[in-house]
């Protein structure tokens, strides 16, 4: 979530209210945060100096506004320049997608490659899968079972393909 804030803070200072109506206004569709967890990430940005607060008093209430430090800036490239590591990979892939118009042009195809690699890499992992449990043999008991989890594997080997192919049209 530190990185996507980052790049929110790219586009300009902003309160812990205004960040958490950019996730309740779009980025909440790819990318789920509540009040606290956009507090707490804020927390950890501050301790790492990739972001400064300003306080000040406005209509009579308090309020922290919150900017990108050099640091912030550098983490941020590097974040969005590394290739997707772990799980949550449309999470990741869609969180560089949305923010990707704050990088210089000539380094979004290496972004976008490395998306499209990292899909096409985990659906030939689901692929393998699906082959090594369609030769399996299943008791009677089992069958009904299997089939709604092979389903679900199915709707998974659905979603990496429309990924690959969306990215694909983006590239």
């Keep these: 979530m530190g990185n996507v804030i980052l790049g929110l803070l790219l586009i300009g200072p902003a309160t812990l209210y205004t960040l958490n109506k950019q996730f309740e206004q779009g980025i909440s569709l790819f990318y789920s945060a509540s009040f606290g967890s956009i507090r707490s990430a804020l927390t950890v940005l501050l301790d ?5 607060v300003a306080e000040s008093v406005e209509n009579g209430r308090s309020k922290k506004t919150y900017s990108i430090t050099d640091a912030g800036r550098a ?8 290739p997707i590591a772990g799980g949550n ?3 990741v892939a869609l969180s560089k997608l ?3 118009g704050l990088l210089p042009a000539e380094a979004r195809s290496g972004i976008l490659n ?26 009677p008991e089992y069958r ?4 709604y989890q092979r389903l679900t594997l199915d709707y998974g080997l659905m979603s990496h393909r429309a990924a690959r192919e ?3 049209q983006v590239m």
Excluded: N, S
């Excluded at 790492?48 to 400064?52: F, G």
């Excluded at 490395?114 to 008791?139: K, N, S, V, W, Y």
């Design 48 to 52: 790492k100096r990739l972001v400064t």
């Design 75 to 82: 983490a941020f490239t590097e974040w969005m320049l590394a």
């Design 89 to 91: 990979l449309e999470t």
């Design 98 to 100: 949305y923010l990707l």
């Design 114 to 139: 490395d998306i499209a690699d990292r899909i096409a890499h985990d659906e030939r992992q689901l692929e393998q899968l699906a082959g090594m449990l369609d030769t399996m043999e299943l008791p």
């Design 144 to 147: 009904e079972i299997f089939r």
């Design 166 to 168: 969306f990215f694909a």
